[in-house]
């Protein structure tokens, strides 16, 4: 797995690439915690160059979403493939995180809500 | 469909053996292993994932409610790649563990589940068949992907 954090005032924005599996969450898990304890209230995960992820990376969007979701912030996730967009969807976790066709919609959404539109 | 692959073993039909003496410790290598399995048979992408993202969840349900661990423990998976069809055969020697029929937390259809049931979930929708069975203290899971079956197209919520 890669992992390239992208700076943005309003969001933790995470690009992920390769493989986000059981051996691979933690450094994921830890960065994204990180940053929830820094008040961030929007998470972006940009999943363009994602290959794989498993329940044990699912988790870790849960986790965002159960600490973020209170505070009236969100887990976006972008660009997934079909097959991957298949376990969304299945597990109904596209009905709980916003999901975005590419980052840019998704930066898009939000800096619009920022803005009060 | 049972122990169509165990018959098999030492034949040159199954296509891929890989046995985790160390669960806990092998399963990554047996995660590339598949990975280049699956690319060495042209298998499409998408194929490719649902392989491994089964395997991958039910070793690791070996692993955390089957007491898998250590190296008195053995998980052997077997992949047989025929013209239609993939069959996987996954036996360990853990605690018995029935996945066709371990309930699960929240049916997905009444909303999100909760993610502790969400692997075995994926493993029960992503496949067209699964079979268990318990022999020599064993648990024995066969399980049947049709591969002239379209993938899913999702369409992504905006």
């Known amino acids: 797995m890669l992992l390239k954090e992208i700076d943005h005032p309003d969001a933790a924005i995470f690009h992920v690439e390769g493989r986000l599996d059981s051996s691979s969450t933690p450094e994921l898990e830890q960065r994204v915690l990180t ?8 998470l972006v995960l940009d999943f363009s160059e994602l290959e794989y992820i498993n329940s044990a990376g699912l988790r870790i969007l849960v986790m965002s979403y159960q600490r973020l979701h209170p505070l009236g912030g969100q887990v976006m996730v972008c660009g997934v493939r079909d097959y991957i967009a298949e376990i969304f969807d299945i597990s109904g976790y596209n009905r709980v995180f916003s999901m975005y066709p590419d980052l840019h919609q998704a930066i898009r959404t939000f800096a619009a809500t920022q803005n009060g539109q | 469909m049972h122990g169509f692959l165990q018959s098999q073993k030492d034949s040159s039909h199954v296509q891929f053996n890989f046995t985790l003496s160390r669960p806990e410790k092998d399963q990554a290598a047996l995660l590339a292993a598949i990975e280049q399995f699956g690319i060495k048979n042209a298998l499409p992408d998408a194929l490719r994932y649902r392989i491994g993202l089964i395997v991958d969840e039910l070793v690791t349900n070996c692993i955390a409610h089957g007491a898998c661990i250590g190296e008195n423990q053995t998980v052997q998976v077997c992949i047989l790649n025929k013209e239609d069809e993939l069959v996987i055969e996954i036996t360990d020697s853990g605690l018995p563990f029935d996945p ?4 699960l937390p929240q049916d997905p ?3 999100p589940m909760r993610v502790g ?3 075995l979930h994926l493993v029960r929708r992503l496949t067209d068949q699964m079979q268990y069975t318990r022999n020599d203290n064993r648990n024995h899971v066969v399980i049947s992907l049709d591969k002239t079956k379209r993938e899913n197209a999702c369409s992504l919520k905006k």
């Open chain 2, 100 to 103: 066709t029929s371990h309930p």
């Open chain 2, 109 to 111: 259809e009444n909303g």
């Open chain 1, 35 to 42: 940053s929830l304890e820094q008040g961030v209230k929007n």
């Open chain 2, 117 to 119: 049931g969400v692997g």
